[in-house]
């Protein structure tokens, strides 16, 4: 089921979470703020950085160095380098399995990435 709620600044998320599951139950967790690209976003206390965007619908996570094609979550579980990203100035971070904190500015990463 997804549905829709209204972030920090009130501006209209949508939800890719299941909420009802006929055997799985999913006890309520704390709601942590963080910035994708500027904007202010919400998560969940265990969630990932990607699983973070992922629900609120954020699927495009940086853009190919070389090509410039689009980049999202393809292993999920920090094997290859499709999720590569800026977190919190530092580049190159696998955002599937890195987990989201309160204040993080993520930010989508469109090259090799440079360090601080
Ligand atoms: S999606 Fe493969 S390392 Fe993150």
């Known amino acids: 089921m997804v549905s829709l709620w209204h972030d920090s600044l009130g ?3 949508q939800l890719n979470r299941i ?7 999913f006890p309520e967790k704390r709601t942590l703020t963080f910035y994708f690209d500027g904007k202010a976003l919400s998560g969940k206390e265990g969630d990932t950085i990607a699983s973070a965007l992922h629900a609120a619908g954020v699927r495009v996570l940086g853009h190919h160095f070389k090509s410039h094609r689009p980049r999202g979550f393809y292993c999920a579980i920090g094997n290859c380098s499709s999720c590569l990203m800026v977190v919190n100035g530092v580049p190159n971070v696998r955002v599937c399995v890195e987990q989201l904190e ?3 500015d993520v930010r989508s990463q469109n090259d090799k990435g440079v360090l601080p």
């Open 11 to 13: 501006e209209v998320n």
């Open 19 to 25: 909420e009802h599951h006929p055997i799985l139950t």
């Open 102 to 104: 309160e204040g993080m």
